[in-house]
Nanobody, 126 residues
């Protein structure tokens, strides 16, 4: 059974940095996307970034491009989301997700993911 456990959230001032971690277990993930989504109060869940586990290729939402960076540790089955230059609008619950790579799909929609973590809160203050 796939399990995803996020950590690393917290309170940070605008302009600061945080690193989120997603520890994945229960599968080899070789044919998966591991993605990050976020959801702010009253808003829909929003794609942030994803990595294709087999190749390491990454894809980012325009809103975080140049500020957030994905990396992975194959030995630990862990994906990291380094978030720099944080803005107030980055405040949200951040979720890690895993889903099989689908032909012709980028991996930027929630319905492409079958497994979700419980989320970790990121709060950016002024």
């Amino acid at each position: 059974q796939v399990q995803l456990v996020e950590s690393g959230g917290g309170l940070v001032q605008a302009g600061g940095s945080l690193r989120l971690s997603c520890a994945a277990s229960g599968s080899t993930f070789s044919s998966y996307h591991l993605g990050w989504f976020r959801q702010a109060p009253g808003k829909e869940r929003e794609f942030v970034a994803r990595v294709r586990w087999s190749s390491g290729s990454t894809y980012y939402a325009d809103s975080v491009k140049g500020r957030f960076t994905l990396s992975r540790d194959n030995a630990k089955n862990t994906v990291y989301l380094q978030m720099n230059s944080l803005k107030l609008e980055d405040t949200a619950v951040y979720y890690c997700a895993a889903g099989a790579v689908r032909l012709g799909r980028v991996g930027a929609l929630p319905n492409e993911y079958d497994h979700w973590g419980r989320g970790t809160q990121v709060t950016v203050s002024s």
